[in-house]
């Protein structure tokens, strides 16, 4: 969730799966209330989460695909909202007056969801679960980013995918427009928490727990032909 400048509420409304997981298939809502929350409306909407059927002891459910990421979205202290599509691979936006913007598609590579991917990822789970899990379709590629977060400026920052053994976290930076203005990255395997001008703060696992580390985060041009 998020809330602006105005003091106004930003939620994201899904549907309940249901026994069958038929609720899946529904889009997700971006809802807006006032401070008081005596009025909610529709803001945008998120595309459904790619699905696949399952059959476990006789009975069919539709399930997430394993890794195949979901639209993001957030707000910005004027009101306006982006939206990350994740299918399309674009940034929209719904400004202040209600105008929509069309993102254009980003450049973006390829990455196949490979065997070391689905061990890393089962290894979440506690071992008496993961046979259950295991029947769960994985999705053939990884989305074009993992999240996305407002960042300085008003520019949204995508969390780019990666493939295993990168060594180096990269970011693709979207302006209001929908347009790619620049690039960034940050050594090792964390993710940004907080975002100021130039620094940024992140938080990276490791065996102890989770330890905090600012980098100075700069931002060089988009390279020509990007």
């Known amino acids: 969730g998020g809330r602006d400048a105005a003091g106004r509420w930003y939620f994201e409304l899904r549907s309940p799966p249901g026994p069958d997981g038929s609720g ?53 202290p004027d009101g306006s909202v982006w939206l990350a599509r994740v299918t399309d691979n674009r ?11 069309s993102g254009r598609v980003l450049p973006d ?11 890393l990822f089962l290894r979440r789970f506690e071992p008496a679960l993961r046979p259950t899990v295991e029947q769960i379709p994985f999705s053939a590629i990884k989305p074009p980013f993992e999240n996305a977060l407002s960042g300085p ?41 907080a975002l100021g001008d130039s620094v940024a703060l992140v938080g990276e696992h490791f065996s102890g727990g989770v330890r905090l580390l600012q980098f100075r985060v700069p931002v060089p041009p988009v390279p020509r032909g990007v």
């Open 24 to 76: 899946n298939r529904d889009s997700a809502v971006v809802a807006r209330a006032t401070s008081d929350l005596a009025r909610i409306d529709t803001v945008g909407r998120l595309a459904p989460f790619d699905l696949a059927e399952v059959i476990t002891d006789g009975r069919r459910r539709l399930e997430r695909r394993l890794l195949s990421g979901q639209d993001r979205w957030g707000v910005l």
């Open 153 to 193: 400026a008003g520019l949204v920052w995508l969390v780019k995918s990666r493939a295993i053994g990168d060594s180096t976290r990269f970011y693709q930076l979207v302006d209001r427009a929908g347009r790619l203005v620049a690039l960034a990255s940050h050594p090792g395997l964390g993710r940004i928490l």
């Open 91 to 101: 940034v929209d936006w719904i400004l202040p007056d209600g105008a929509h913007v």
């Open 109 to 119: 590579r390829v990455l196949p969801v490979t065997e070391n991917d689905r061990d």
